[in-house]
């Protein structure tokens, strides 16, 4: 029986389904499955980071998103990030995840559960931060370094812990 590899995940961007001009990769970012991956105007990908595009779903990264290095975005659930996002380093966003059934299963056949998620615009997620499926992080959200999102937050909570919990609400403008 002959396995079927996704690649390598090197690219070019012309491969992409959509990416707005004045967008920057670093060294050594890869893109699995460009053909569904779009990005807005002025997106910055880090050094080493994985956008894990995939076959049946489609990941979209907003205008003027900043994305730091060694970051891990899978998208077979589909994931959406809004405009002028700012991603630090280490942060890894899931959209799978392994079912759970009631008995010790050997990993690779456990059934896999997939969900979206929704970043929205102008949320700041801190270094080394995970989200987890099914998340949407409401507009202007502020989540933690070292951060495990688990559920929906709130537009301009401040959140942090593992899970991460509301600490408290930025303004909705700067003064």
């Not at 812990?161 to 991460?164: D, L, M, Q, S, T």
């Given at each position: 029986m002959r396995h079927r590899s996704h690649g390598d995940g090197r690219f070019q961007p012309e491969e992409l389904a959509s990416c707005g001009p004045d967008c920057v990769f670093e060294l050594d970012v890869l893109i699995f499955h460009p053909n569904n991956v779009h990005l807005g105007r002025n997106v910055y990908v880090g050094h080493r980071s994985i956008l894990k595009g995939y076959h049946d779903n489609v990941m979209r990264?907003?205008?003027e998103t900043w994305i730091g290095q060694n970051c891990f975005f899978h998208s077979a659930g589909g994931l959406t990030i809004g405009e002028r996002v700012g991603v630090g380093p280490g942060v890894i966003?899931?959209?799978?995840?392994?079912a759970e059934r009631?008995?010790?299963?050997?990993?690779?056949?456990?059934?896999?559960?997939i969900a979206p998620v929704t970043i929205d615009a102008e949320v700041n997620l801190g270094v080394g931060s995970i989200v987890l499926p099914g998340v949407r992080i409401g507009r202007g959200a502020m989540i933690g370094a070292g951060s495990v999102v688990t559920r929906d937050v709130p537009a301009y909570a401040i959140v942090a812990?593992?899970?991460?919990r509301v600490l408290g609400e930025r303004p909705e403008r700067a003064p």
């Open positions: 990264i907003g205008e966003i899931l959209t799978s995840t392994h009631g008995r010790a299963f050997a990993p690779l056949s456990m059934p896999i559960e812990g593992n899970p991460a």
